[in-house]
């Protein structure tokens, strides 16, 4: 009897064991880092769990160039099948979307869906005004669109698919329907839904369940910050918030958020493509708008630092794709309220170098007073307090005076030509 139930309980444990699934990851949106480590993850994890094949369902207005070649690297190196399928209606795979289809062992796409303009995009312009000089840009550029072109011929060889229109995709930014795109053997089928795809790819699907894998909050996390405008914005906070913690020792909570906060952003700063020059312009901006801090220049090096800094924030990210555009008018508003601020700090300065001394007996330079006695001494009132004067000049009780220079506890005055009371 025990040795029955053993057997019954080895061949349950043999059935889950061997039972397999379908994976499903989703591409929505932006292609950047947490979308290749999503897709990266979510790969092995189908390996490591025997999946039958993983549907990868995209929906993309493309992304940046280095996440969607980790991307493909990882759906080239799967052991198991991946299926690509654009859905649903109205979803596209633009630009880096394309090159992840063609890298799918099945592509398909739902009616009303399109894909195509794969041509890559550069920060700054590309050399498209028909020059055909031999100038450094445009030879770049020429460089940059035939290493693409390369790229997904490789791939439309590799999974028998329509290398001349991805070439065209390419070098013309053409894109095409569902149906048109089937129709040129560009992908493998155009499917209403999911089961449908399912049937016709060459996987194993009967019985099996499709297990939506989305993304975990750690790559949602990472989504956030690796946005330029957030990543900017965080390194803002960090910058001002040490900035102020210098100003202010023992503030510590500016600190606190300012060190975490530019901690975010350089994580985020190295896992996106920076022009190195602008970061460089960045840092520079941060140790004048430092000096500002630590010995006021009455704005200069404050003002001097932000224009610095706005013009490195131009500069910092070295390539774009569509979501990830760092936006002028954030750099242009940032820019504007930090003038505004270390402008203001450098007026108020320069107001309190040129105000007169409270303190001591400086401030009583130029004062104006009356003569209370003349005799035996001279005395005078000023700001409701009795001196000792001397005056190269006669003075009569009652005269305006101004006070011209002070030595010890007597005042040299002269007089201001007038009589009244003090005001």
């Excluded at 050399?127 to 460089?143: A, F, L, V």
Aim: proline share 4%; charged share 15%; glycine share 10%.
């Amino acid at each position: 009897m025990m040795r029955a139930l053993l057997l019954i309980l080895l061949a349950l444990f043999a059935a889950t064991a061997s039972a397999e699934s379908i994976h499903r990851l989703t591409i929505d949106g932006t292609i950047g880092p947490a979308t290749a480590s999503y897709v990266i993850d979510g790969l092995e994890t189908a390996e490591a769990e025997s999946a039958s094949a993983v549907v990868l369902s995209i929906d993309t207005p493309g992304g940046l160039d280095t996440a969607m070649r980790d991307i493909v690297q990882a759906i080239l190196d799967s052991s198991i099948p991946v299926l690509g399928y654009v859905s649903s209606s109205g979803a596209r795979a633009a630009s880096a979307g394309t090159y992840i289809l063609y890298a799918t062992h099945w592509a398909a796409m739902a009616p009303g869906t399109n894909l195509g303009a794969a041509t890559p995009v550069r920060i700054g312009g590309s050399s498209d005004s028909g020059d055909e000089t031999d100038s450094e840009p445009s030879t770049m550029e020429r460089k940059r669109v035939n290493d693409a072109v390369a790229y997904i011929r490789s791939l439309a060889e590799l999974r028998g698919r329509n290398a001349e229109w991805a070439e065209r995709a390419v070098r013309e930014s053409v894109s095409l329907s569902a149906e048109a795109a089937l129709a040129d053997n560009v992908i493998d089928q155009v499917a209403s839904d999911l089961r449908a795809v399912l049937d016709a790819a060459p996987v194993e699907s009967d019985g099996l369940a499709v297990e939506d894998r989305p993304p975990g909050w750690s790559d949602e996390f990472l989504a956030a910050i690796t946005n330029p405008n957030i990543t900017y914005i965080l390194l803002l906070v960090g910058l001002y918030g040490l900035i102020f913690e210098l100003a202010n020792p023992g503030a510590i909570v500016p600190g606190v958020i300012g060190g975490t906060s530019l901690l975010l952003a350089l994580f985020a700063i190295q896992v996106l493509p920076v022009n190195y020059a602008g970061l460089a312009l960045i840092a520079l901006g941060v140790v004048f708008m430092v000096g500002e801090a630590l010995m006021p220049s009455f704005g200069a090096l404050g003002v001097g630092g932000v224009l610095v800094f706005g013009l490195g924030s131009v500069l910092l990210f070295d390539t774009q794709g569509p979501g990830f555009e760092l936006s002028l008018l954030l750099v242009a508003g940032v820019s504007a309220a930090s003038f505004v601020i270390f402008a203001g700090t450098g007026w108020l300065a320069i107001r309190a170098f040129r105000r007169r001394g409270v303190a001591g007996t400086a401030h009583m330079q130029g004062a104006v007073g009356e003569v209370i006695a003349t005799d035996p001494h001279l005395r005078v009132r000023v700001e409701g307090e009795r001196w000792r004067a001397v005056c190269t000049q006669t003075l009569q009780t009652g005269d305006r005076i101004r006070v011209t220079n002070i030595n010890g506890l007597t005042v040299t005055v002269e007089p201001t030509g007038s009589k009244g009371e003090e005001s």
